[in-house]
Each structure stands twice: as C-alpha cells, then as structure tokens.
C-alpha cells in the first residue's frame, strides 16, 4: 500500500540541526526530526492521516501545545501523543531546546486493520478517531529507542520494523474496556485537570473539556479519574463548586445571589439545591453557622 504523509505545517523558530532522516513501510512513513527552537516560536499543525509522535528527551519546560489555539488552552506537552485524522494541533516554545521526536504517520486503513481483530471494527475505528497523550510510558519509549536506530541506520527487515510499530500502536492506542480498570491519572495530567478546574469554576466545565486538559478520551478520562479520586468528573466538579461558594459566602458583603453567579450556578435556588445536598443546610443557614 502505496502511502505519502500530506502535513500542512506552519512554523516559526524552528530550525533543524539535522537533515530529516526518513524509513517508508507499507501504509506508513516514520520521520526523525531533529530541530532547534527558540522561545516564542510556534507551530500549526494538520494532517489528513492519523499520526503517532514521541519526543526523544522531555519537552514539558520547552514547549507548550493546545486544542484550540488560544491561550487560555495551553497546556503541557506529554513526550507521546497520538493526534487522529483531521485534529488541529498549535505548538508554543516557552523556552529554547532541542527537539527531537519520532513522527509514525498512517493510512488510517492500516491501524484499522491492526485494532479490528482485538477491538471490533466498530471499536477500532472510534478507537483511532480519539487523541491520547502519555506523559512517560517505558515500553514505548523503548520501542521507539529501536526505531530511531533503524531510520538513522537501516540494518532489519521492514518486517521487524514494523513489528516494533505495531507495538508501539498496541501499547498507545487501547479502548476503555481493554485498558486496565485500576490505571490512574498520573500526578501531571490530574494537576492540570485541576487548574483548569480552578480556573473555570465560574461556570460549568463539560466533562470532555477536562478530559482534554488531561490528554484522554473522555471515556477514558472518566474511568482514570474515578480511580484516582473516586469520584466522577461531575461529582467533583460539584463539590469544588461549593467548595468556592462556602469560601464566598464567608464574605458577608457578597450575596447569595452573587455567590450563585460566582460559582457557576443558574440562580440563587439552583445553588440552594445543590448547596444542601452536599452540606446539609442552605447557605444562608451555613452562613450563619459559619460566623457564628
């Protein structure tokens, strides 16, 4: 299967160190990238095909990436992510470094064929239409240690080549239901989580949007943060809203009704509601208490 990767790339303070080093395989095209960036410059990126890409040294006090482009939605940039078809990435250097990444492109034929036996057809192709990024995995960064010898000094047969791929595909790209159940977030991912919580507890955060913050599918982002925190997304989400609400209320110049508003709630009854649910009283009531 004849396949050429089709990037649109806009970049800026980036160069290479390296010429681009290249191994084309059936249905895919590995690339090792080796480049220097200097704070400020940025990148735009897009792809008609889906991509895995792992960066060689940590990158998280380099470079910064985001789902929208915009600056609120920056985040730390994980060393592997896997970017499906048609996904917008935007990159930020906050510092200079090298980067060094290995960049596996796909025809999205292959990875379905390769998934659908495990998975299900049905499965595998929500599965590759899903972003995931790793902060570290061990075995995949060991893999790639593998094909980054192969692409600068072919020696093995693309049959080995693309066994180490596979693996790499198999340890990065799972579903729910196939991934371990007792797979917590890592300390990273659940920091950032929170400080887009933190900083957006004026309103009501959809679940995919904190799923987002931590790099998983939603689905998968909901099982990770149960069995980090055990509690759901929106449960917690709601009880750090009353959290901000007690901590408003203890001003006795804010309303109730400006509380509500504060805290991301439809009205003052709304509040009310789910004020007593969690704490028992109203906030008038805990306010009362409260200041004794």
Request: hydrophobic fraction near 45%; proline fraction near 6%; charged fraction near 20%.
């Amino acid at each position: 299967m004849s396949f050429r990767p089709n990037m649109t790339a806009i970049i800026e303070g980036l160069t290479l160190r390296l010429p681009l080093q290249w191994r084309a395989l059936d249905g895919m095209v590995i690339d090792l990238w080796n480049a220097q960036g200097t704070a400020g410059g940025r990148g735009y990126y897009l792809s008609p095909d889906p991509r895995i890409v792992i960066f060689l040294d940590d990158v998280g006090d380099t470079m910064q990436r985001a789902g929208n482009g915009t600056r609120q939605d920056w985040a730390p940039l994980g060393r592997i992510s896997y970017v499906p078809a048609g996904m917008p990435i935007w990159s930020h250097l906050i510092a200079d470094g090298a980067l060094r990444h290995l960049d596996l492109h796909f025809d999205a034929r292959i990875l379905q064929a390769w998934l659908a036996p495990d998975f299900g057809s049905a499965a595998a192709v929500q599965t590759i239409r899903r972003p995931v990024m790793l902060e570290r995995a061990a075995e995949i960064e060991a893999l790639a240690a593998l094909l980054v010898a192969e692409v600068r000094r072919p020696a093995q047969h693309d049959v080995y080549v693309q066994s180490l791929v596979r693996g790499v595909v198999a340890a990065l790209l799972t579903t729910p239901e196939t991934a371990t159940a007792s797979t917590p977030l890592t300390p990273a991912q659940l920091h950032r989580v929170t400080l887009h919580l933190e900083g957006n507890l004026h309103r009501r955060v959809p679940a995919a949007e904190l799923a987002e913050a931590a790099g998983l599918s939603e689905s998968w982002f909901a099982h990770a943060f149960k069995r980090t925190t055990r509690e759901t997304p929106l449960q917690w989400q709601m009880r750090r809203r009353i959290e901000r609400a007690q901590q408003a209320l203890s001003d006795p110049k804010t309303s109730v009704a400006e509380v509500a508003a504060m805290t991301g709630f439809a009205d003052q009854s709304h509040l009310t509601r789910v004020f007593r649910t969690y704490t028992g009283s109203t906030p008038a009531v805990w306010r009362r208490s409260a200041a004794g």
